[in-house]
């Protein structure tokens, strides 16, 4: 599988520009899931220096990506060009399920 994790909100308390406390739980259970063979894609609007604080935070709290804000390399070399960022999963805090959108 593929999971696309967003960052604030999910993997930190909403500080931007700061990096909030870390949801420790969710962080282990994505180092879990790429010990058991799954890619994980960083999925954030953060970008520059912000980025890079968030790629070096979440190093030393032991969760790695195989790709940030793009698709995993399986991906990247197709012969189709891909608009969004494919996953099986994605973690968002600004998200919705189906369910939800339906009672709107």
């Not at 979440?58 to 195989?66: A, M, N, R, T, V």
């Not at 012969?79 to 999963?89: E, G, L, S």
């Amino acid at each position: 599988m593929i999971i696309a994790s967003d960052f604030d909100g999910i993997l930190c308390q909403h500080r931007f520009p700061e990096i909030g406390e870390p949801f420790m739980s969710i962080i282990n259970k994505l180092i879990q899931f790429k010990k058991d063979g799954n890619q994980l894609i960083l999925w954030t609007c953060r970008e520059g220096h912000y980025l890079q604080e968030a790629i070096k935070w979440c190093k030393e709290k032991g969760l790695e990506f195989d790709a940030i804000n793009e698709n995993v390399p399986d991906l990247k070399n197709k012969d189709f060009a891909i608009r969004k960022v494919y996953a099986d999963i994605y973690l968002d805090d600004r998200n919705m399920l189906f369910s939800d959108f339906l009672k709107i």
